[in-house]
Structure formats: C-alpha cells, structure tokens
C-alpha cells in the first residue's frame, strides 16, 4: 500500500498507456481527496453536540488530534493495510496503551475487510466511533473509512482499492456521559484487543473507573471553585457550612 500521490509519481509520462492509466488514478485520487474533505466535516459536526446516532451522544471538550490519508492497494489484504494505517495512527496514543491500539485496529480491519469485499467499480464507506481509556483520560475516537474498488484492468494492476481514512482523537466530557454507558461503548474494544483474558479485561474496567472518578471529583472541584468566586465577586459572605452543603 502506498499513498495516491506517490503511486502517481511512480508512472512514467513518456509510455502512452502508462500516461491513461496515470490519467485515471489522478481521478480516483481526486475522488479520494473529495471524501477526505467530507468525512472530516461530518465528523466535525457530530462533534459540536457530541452525537453519535438519534439516541447517544459523547460530548466533548476538545479535539486533541487528527490523521487524513488516501492510500491505493495493489496485492496487500486487510491485515497489511491495516498494520499500516495502525502505524499512523500511533502518534494518536500514549506508548501505555499500546493493547488499546490493538483493540481498536482489530475493530477498524473487520470494518475495512468488509468495504473491501465489495464488487469491482463499487465503492463503499464507514464511519466508526469507539471510546476507550488513555490515562489519564478519556478519549473517544471518530474514524471515517471510505473504500472504491477498481474495474479497469490496466489501472487494477497498479490500483485495486483506493482507500480514505480520516481519524480524530477527542477528550470526552465526562459531566454529560454516565459511566455505565461508557463502559458499554468501551467494552468491544477491551474484548478485541484481550479476547478471553478476563484478569486482564477487569483490570482495565477498574483503571477505568478510578479514571472516572479521578475526573468527576476534579470537574466537582472547579465547580466549588467557580462557585465560590462568583460569591466573592457580588461580596456575599461565603462560610465553611455552605461549601460542605454544596
């Protein structure tokens, strides 16, 4: 697998088949481009309210990364391209998560598999949204994965899928997502990437509640905070009994 725009480099202008054959991939890449661009826009707008579908959200305070490529496939399967594209989402991760990547490129390459089983000159596309734990926080990932697959012979030589991918790494507001619905949401990725390993698995589920609670109680803190200077600010007296009860 290799990006669009290197394959196209790759062609020698002065051939007349070579030079139709680069014609098209310039189209196909173009096309690729276009859908970078969209699936980027979408996601950024589910983001702004945090909606995944009509009866979830995962609000957020704030994306903190973002990947966008176009690849073309030559012989290379699922497994390969996405080992790749793993590889260049892992600046997205803290080193100590590296069995959450797994997970999470385990859940990617069963949905890219499935784009790339589509019929020759078909194109088809996914978006994807997985929330896990990077101490010490928690992330939610939006993935937006777009596949076409080639018909003409002479370019299925030098192209049989061309592949978009779009990714943003976001911190998730915990204040407005309960913890047994994250936990929910969470749980495929600790299956994928632990499979029967239930120590394992329980572990993370406890760091994972430590984490909730550890952000809850600091949310609840600047909460006291901003409160007691809003008091401050209109010189209301603000005694100890108060703090306690709020």
């Not at 399967?77 to 793993?86: A, E, M, Q, T, V």
């Not at 991760?93 to 069963?110: D, H, Q, R, Y």
């Not at 010490?136 to 937006?144: E, G, H």
């Amino acid at each position: 697998m290799s990006l669009i725009r290197d394959a196209i480099k790759s062609f020698d202008s002065s051939d007349q088949t070579e030079q139709i054959i680069k014609e098209q991939l310039e189209t196909l890449s173009q096309l690729a481009d276009a859908q970078n661009d969209i699936d980027a826009k979408a996601i950024e707008i589910s983001l702004k309210d945090g909606k995944i579908n009509d009866d979830l959200k995962i609000p957020i305070t704030k994306v903190i990364g973002q990947y966008k490529e176009t690849h073309v496939v030559t012989k290379e399967g699922p497994d390969d391209i996405i080992n790749k594209i793993s590889d260049s989402i892992k600046n997205f991760f803290n080193p100590s998560a590296e069995g959450i990547l797994t997970g999470v490129a385990g859940i990617l390459g069963t949905a890219l598999n499935a784009l790339m089983g589509t019929g020759e000159g078909m194109e088809a596309k996914k978006n994807q949204y997985m929330v896990v734990v990077e101490y010490p926080a928690i992330i939610r990932f939006d993935f937006a994965m777009w596949v076409r697959n080639t018909r003409a012979s002479g370019l299925m030589q030098h192209c049989k899928n061309a592949v978009s991918v779009v990714a943003y790494k976001s911190a998730v507001d915990i204040n407005k997502l309960d913890f047994a619905t994250f936990l929910a949401i969470y749980a495929p990725v600790l299956n994928t990437a632990f499979g029967s390993d239930q120590t394992k698995i329980k572990q993370l589920i406890q760091e994972s509640r430590d984490v909730y609670g550890l952000l809850a109680n600091n949310d609840k803190i600047r909460a006291i905070k901003a409160f007691t200077a809003l008091q401050l600010e209109y010189n209301e007296q603000v005694t100890p009994s108060k703090i306690e009860m709020f």
